[in-house]
């Protein structure tokens, strides 16, 4: 079945340490997204991609990183940088830039130790 | 820049109608998303919108004026299962790219 896979569901990261979260699609969708949501707050849009080898940052991206050498993944990675990156994760992807809805893994939650 | 405001929360009776209601200013225009969503799980789509006018979907309708830059979602026959956030979010921006921004969402609370 096609899909959105992100990976692991649950994270426990140590303070000052990077760590990667997993996003994958079989969708064949060209953009892809990354959201950072906190205790009962909306959707922050931390970077997007809308082809390949290309990315822009969204409205928070001070302390992550991303790349999107392959059409099917768009990992983000969480730096020591990151003053409060305890929250959830959600990627997204849409089959193109404008007009298609975009859907959704299951998240990551990520807690800092 | 983008910006979309939507209630914080609403309460609702079980049976009844309600109306979500969403406005947004942005740079750019590429259509506007509702989106359901449940504590702890990832939004789930609800409905499009990129014309003026109303778009139905059984129990779920969502309406659009461009020139206002106004959404709403209404959700006829309300269940306890409706219970949720409802995340409001437009596509837009400019110099060829184009975000997908949400708004803070409204929590519902359906009551017997």
């Known amino acids: 079945d096609g899909g959105i896979t992100q990976s692991p569901k649950y994270l426990f990261r140590k303070e000052g340490q990077n760590v990667t979260l997993s996003c994958e699609q079989n969708?064949?969708?060209?953009?892809m997204y990354w959201y950072r949501q906190d205790p009962g707050q909306g959707l922050r849009l931390i970077y997007y991609?809308?082809?390949?080898?290309?990315?822009q940052k969204g409205d928070i991206a001070e302390g992550y990183s991303v790349s999107r050498e392959k059409k099917e993944s768009f990992p983000l990675t969480v730096t020591s940088a990151q003053k409060n990156p305890t929250a959830f994760y959600l990627c997204?992807?849409?089959?193109?830039?404008?007009?298609?809805?975009?859907?959704f893994g299951q998240g990551t939650r990520l807690t800092v130790v | 820049g983008q910006n979309i405001d939507q209630p914080t929360e609403m309460t609702a009776t079980e049976g009844a109608i309600v109306q979500i209601n969403c406005t947004y200013q942005t740079s750019g225009f590429n259509g506007l998303f509702w989106y359901q969503q449940h504590a702890g799980e990832a939004p789930t789509f609800l409905s499009y919108?990129?014309?003026?006018g109303l778009e139905e979907k059984g129990r779920f309708s969502s309406f659009l004026s461009r020139s206002k830059g106004y959404s709403y979602l209404l959700l006829k026959e309300l269940q306890m299962k409706d219970s949720a956030s409802y995340l409001c979010?437009?596509?837009?921006?400019?110099?060829?790219?184009?975000?997908?921004?949400f708004g803070a969402g409204t929590r519902l609370a359906v009551h017997p």
């Open positions: 979010a437009v596509r837009g921006g400019s110099g060829g790219y184009n975000k997908l921004i």
């Open positions: 969708l064949n969708h060209d953009a």
């Open positions: 991609s809308q082809i390949v080898n290309d990315f």
């Open positions: 919108n990129v014309l003026d």
């Open positions: 997204a992807s849409s089959p193109r830039d404008r007009g298609y809805e975009a859907f």
